[in-house]
């Protein structure tokens, strides 16, 4: 479970880059920016989810 949560974590950090990366050189509302945005925030709603599920265990 932990080798989950780090990899979700690690790959948190890489889209938010990803995303400040495309971003510097676009708009916010270009799909791209968006696309990377809606990713990250999966990942997200993933680790929280398994946060949750933890504690209750």
């Not at 989950?4 to 948190?12: P, W, Y």
């Not at 990366?21 to 398994?50: G, H």
Request: proline share 0%; with cysteine; charged share 35%.
């Amino acid at each position: 479970m932990l080798q989950l949560k780090v990899s979700v974590i690690i790959r948190i950090e890489e889209l938010r880059l990803q995303m400040h990366k495309i971003a510097s050189n676009r708009d916010l509302t270009d799909s791209k920016v968006l696309n990377v945005s809606e990713r990250l925030d999966e990942l997200i709603n993933e680790f929280y989810s398994r946060k949750k599920c933890e504690l209750k265990n």
